[in-house]
């Protein structure tokens, strides 16, 4: 069966500091892989999204990238963090047919203080 | 394009229903719907692709209607257990992503 990871499951960090948030993705190959961002009370907000290795689309232009090193490894990154870059950080996995539903990850809570 | 959910927030005794409904400007491919309990992951619910399609695991179902641009959840005789956000993600025929509504927060009282 599949399962996605992700980790850290929550983080303190300063303004200013840099990120790396990490998903993967076992018992599948060749997903379709998403980051989300959820702020207090809202909803999900899709960030990127990438087909396979390599491939990255941008929902949002902001101070964030994502990368795709390996077929089931997805990367959110920032050189600089904002204090509105604080929230729940959500990836998630679908498969390759379009009548894949998608899956989430178990979350990351920053918090940028 | 973000679908609109509605109600925003309904609240419930154990046993009462509810619909949830999810509706988008253009046809969709899908509709995907989810439920998040507080600090938690979205969960998978179900999903519909046809128009006029109907499905449905123990007591919550859900519609997609002929035109392929809303959607309902239906809660039929609520646990407190049904507590939580729900969210319908929908799929356009150009993409290959899901765009979430705003939500619905249910609460069920006993």
């Known amino acids: 069966s599949q399962t996605i990871h992700q980790w850290p499951a929550t983080l303190v960090q300063p303004v200013g500091s840099p990120l790396s948030l990490e998903c993967t993705v076992e018992g599948t190959s060749n997903p379709n892989l998403y980051w989300y961002r959820q702020a207090a009370g809202r909803g999900l907000q899709l960030l990127f999204y990438?087909?396979?290795?390599?491939?990255i689309s941008s929902e949002v232009p902001q101070n964030l990238s994502a990368s795709r090193p390996q077929d089931r490894q997805f990367i959110l990154s920032s050189k600089k963090l904002l204090l509105s870059d604080s929230g729940f950080y959500l990836c998630?996995?679908?498969?390759?047919?379009?009548?894949?539903?998608?899956?989430f990850g178990p979350g990351t809570r920053l918090t940028v203080l | 394009q973000q679908p609109v959910q509605s109600p925003q927030a309904v609240i419930l005794r154990e046993g009462e229903d509810a619909v949830i409904n999810c509706s988008s400007s253009?046809?969709?491919?899908?509709v995907h719907w989810y439920r998040q309990k507080h600090g938690e992951a979205p969960v998978f619910l179900m999903i519909?692709?046809?128009?006029?399609e109907q499905k449905g695991h123990d007591k919550i179902s859900a519609s997609f209607n002929e035109k392929k641009q809303q959607s309902s959840l239906y809660l039929t005789a609520s646990q407190l257990s049904y507590s939580g956000t729900y969210f319908c993600g929908t799929e356009t025929y150009d993409t290959d992503k899901l765009i979430f509504g705003t939500g619905t927060r249910l609460q069920v009282f006993p």
């Open positions: 998630a996995w679908r498969g390759g047919t379009s009548t894949d539903t998608q899956y």
């Open positions: 253009k046809a969709l491919y899908s």
């Open positions: 990438s087909v396979g290795i390599g491939q």
């Open positions: 519909l692709l046809k128009g006029g």
